[in-house]
């Protein structure tokens, strides 16, 4: 291709240079200095020099998770045709057609009962209106948790270092959305009424989006995401809910990416170990201990024992925490301990013949696949 060399004033172009760097030098010396004297500076973490955010590439994290959820991306659409989602593109729904067009006249049948007013029919087939009530508390509970795992993702954008865990947050922020406009249908279709937000997911959910720094992955990925993963792992081979599955896969690598990022990025040894860091990370677990027991009737509707739910939750939180270095080892195991005896004294009050057990082995996790799954996660680094 010919292209035409443009005139222009040489001296015009020199004097623009050198006003540039001139002024270039004044701003970035004043916004170096501001941020030394805690009074301003850049707002990006952004190395311009280097076209990368602040800490460097870190492809690696990139790969792990954001290239990963990517490539495990699912559409709503085509896993929930009862849902008013249309994310498919043109391709995706020939693709869908081609795929319909293999099923044997019964599965096409099923499928296309499975549109919305025929989706509420088929679980008020399967479920008892009591039994309703207390899958969408249970659900409800985590939606909740959605939203805020939608806030406290995006929040954290702003906190960590490197294109690529970046690249990792933003995914999930996306993530984080589908998750709660998703779920959000999917507790809708049972038709009862959706329960407010207890005090405690409050309490819960407050502490972690008002953490400081990276705080958040402790109360968000490694506690409420773990939350979430556990519930998903205990319903999705319930009729309906196979769609769980989805979020399960999803939840896994949200839980997987303190550990990732701070293997890059080791947190000093004041904030991985001191006391007060220990103290601050308890604190925000506490309110699960009230939560457990205001769930356990619901839980016990659909039977799932609520202190093996807390104790399979509790042990895995243990586990990360210890991987990601946000906990020692011995503390981590001290603090399962404590929440395995909170457990028993509480049953030992309320279940009569209760004999003390190991709450912290328990595992509600149902499906094989999920199981296989948390295998994965969890089989380098087990508290118990």
């Known amino acids: 291709m010919q292209l035409k060399r443009l005139p222009v004033n040489e001296r015009a172009v020199a004097m623009n240079r050198r006003v540039e760097r001139v002024v270039n030098r004044v701003v970035r010396a004043r916004d170096r200095w501001a941020e030394r004297l805690g009074v301003g500076g850049r707002a ?110 995006a929040s954290l954008l702003s906190e960590v270092k490197s294109t690529g865990a970046r690249a990792a947050l933003t995914m999930q922020v996306l993530e984080e959305a589908k998750h709660f406009v998703v779920m959000r249908e999917l507790v809708q279709a049972f038709g009862v009424e959706v329960p407010r937000q207890s005090v405690w997911e409050y309490l819960l959910l407050e502490g972690t989006l008002k953490a400081k720094g990276l705080d958040k992955f402790f109360g968000m990925n490694v506690l409420v995401e773990t939350i979430a993963l556990s519930i998903f792992g205990s319903l999705s081979e319930m009729p309906g809910l196979e769609i769980l599955r989805l979020f399960h896969l999803d939840e896994a690598r949200h839980t997987a990416l303190p550990a990732n990022y701070f293997k890059e990025f080791p947190l000093d040894d004041k904030a991985k170990a001191s006391l007060r860091s220990r103290v601050r990370r308890l604190w925000m677990t506490l309110p699960a201990l009230p939560l457990v027991m205001l769930l356990e009737e619901e839980l016990a509707e659909i039977g799932i024992d609520a202190f093996e739910f807390a104790g399979s939750v509790m042990r895995k939180v243990s586990a990360l925490s210890e991987r990601a270095g946000l906990l020692p080892a011995e503390v981590a195991l001290r603090q399962a301990m404590l929440f395995n005896r909170i457990f028993n004294l509480y049953c030992r009050a309320t279940r009569p013949g209760h004999e003390d057990r190991d709450f912290m082995a328990a595992d509600t996790t149902s499906g094989e696949e999920e199981r296989a799954v948390e295998r994965e996660i969890f089989a380098a680094a087990t508290v118990h």
């Open 44 to 153: 990006a973490a952004y190395d311009d020099t280097h076209y990368e955010f602040i800490g460097g590439a870190k492809d690696e994290l990139r790969k792990k998770h954001y290239d990963k959820s990517l490539r495990l991306l699912w559409k709503a659409e085509a896993v929930a045709p009862w849902s008013s989602f249309r994310d498919c593109t043109d391709e995706e729904r020939l693709l869908l057609a081609e795929a319909e067009r293999s099923l044997s006249p019964e599965e096409r049948a099923e499928r296309k009962r499975i549109t919305s007013e025929e989706y509420r029919a088929f679980l008020d087939e399967h479920y008892t209106p009591r039994q309703k009530r207390a899958i969408v508390s249970f659900l409800a509970a985590i939606g909740h948790g959605e939203a805020y795992a939608w806030l406290v993702s």
